[in-house]
Every structure is written in C-alpha cells, then in structure tokens.
C-alpha cells in the first residue's frame, strides 16, 4: 500500500520558517511527481506546490512562490516543503499527495 | 484554470443519485480532472482521476465522465457513508494545478 507521512509541522511566530517532510513507502517513489496541499481550518483545499520524479523541476501556487521551495531525496524517499517568511494566512493542515493518496498531514500554525 | 462546482450543497436520501458538476475555466488537457473525497475529520481521497477512470477500491457506483471544461461525478444509489466534501481537481496544463470549492454532500 502506499503510504505518505507528513511531519515537521509546528507553531510558529510570523516571519519564521520551517521545514515539513513527506515519507513516503509502497510505490515506485522516483517515478512519480509529488504535491503538497493545504487545507486552512474550515476552508476547501488548497494546491501549493509540485515537484517532478527527478527533482529538478518544481512549481507553485502564487500565493507562496517566491517563498516555499520544493525538495526531494530519491535515495530516501522524501520531499521537503521549505517555508519562509511565513505569514498567519499560511496556517493550514499541509498534505503531501501522490500516486493517487494522501497522508494525514501535519498542522502549520503561524501566531 | 478556476475550477467552479455546483451545487454547492446537496441533501439526499439514501439509495438516490448524486450529480456533482465541475466546470473548468478553459479546456483541461488530456481531461485531466480527478475527483477526492474527504469525509469530515478525514484526509481527502482520491476517486476518480482523468475524468473518468475509478482510483482503486473505489465502488463502481462512483463514476466520473466530461471532457472539455465540463465534468461530472455522478453517484449511483448513495449511502449514509457517502456524506462528505467532494472536489475536483486539475492537472491537465502545466502547474498551477487548482482545486473547486468543492460541493457538500448530505445524506
């Protein structure tokens, strides 16, 4: 089964960063692009953000490009998910997705 | 691509056939439209993807068609359990991808 393990996310203060992680095991992880989405509490689902199965192409939502930045491990089979200058509207559940699941994701809050 | 779904909320009883409409902005290439599910307190989960093709798992009375800018996920026969937010989703042109607002469904 595939599976998609989300951590790293925490608290933390406007204007800080963090780095959130996607484990991912089942499936044939370097051939598959991964995507990160968000959810704010009571709101729809967000796309942010793509990485292609090599690694070296990555794009995002306007409203954190220039901000967020994308990374992968293929020898690990993980992403990262770079978040900067971060601001009260980017405190959401962040959900990595791929192969057709989702993990459960990990919260982001910014206060 | 903006993604806008109707309705936005839909109250049935059991055993009876959901409509959930997509429409998409411009045409979606290749009709690269998925439909998740996320029931509350719950990760989404992904249904349908290229418009018309069921994830693994998922019950045939789940069904997806459209192409174009206009698609559909029609349930057949719903159930208590089928009570969630459904949203499509595209991933036809190059990113942004983007997702619709997403239609309540009420059993």
């Known amino acids: 089964d595939v599976q998609l393990l989300e951590s790293g996310g925490l608290l933390v203060q406007p204007g800080g960063s963090l780095r959130l992680s996607c484990a991912a095991s089942g499936f044939m992880f370097t051939s598959y692009a991964i995507n990160w989405v968000r959810q704010a509490p009571g709101k729809g689902l967000e796309w942010i953000s793509l990485i292609n199965d090599k690694g070296d192409a990555s794009f995002y939502a306007d409203s954190v490009r220039g901000r967020f930045t994308m990374s992968r491990d293929n020898s690990l089979n993980t992403v990262h998910l770079h978040l900067n200058s971060l601001r009260a509207e980017d405190t959401a559940l962040y959900y990595c997705?791929?192969?057709?699941?989702w993990g459960r994701g990990t919260m982001v809050t910014v206060s | 691509i903006l993604l806008t779904q109707s309705p936005d909320t839909l109250s049935l009883s059991p055993g009876e056939r959901a409509t959930l409409s997509c429409r998409a902005s411009?045409?979606?290439?290749?009709?690269?439209v998925a439909w998740h599910q996320q029931r509350p307190g719950q990760p989404p989960r992904l249904l349908v993807a290229?418009?018309?093709r069921r994830a693994t798992g998922i019950p045939d009375r789940f069904r997806g068609s459209g192409s174009g800018t206009d698609f559909l996920l029609t349930i057949s026969g719903v159930e208590p359990e089928d009570s969630a937010v459904y949203y499509c989703f595209q991933y036809g042109s190059a990113p942004p991808h983007t997702f619709g607002p997403g239609t309540r469904l009420e059993i």
């Open positions: 290229g418009a018309s």
């Open positions: 997705q791929t192969a057709g699941a």
């Open positions: 411009q045409k979606v290439d290749n009709n690269f």
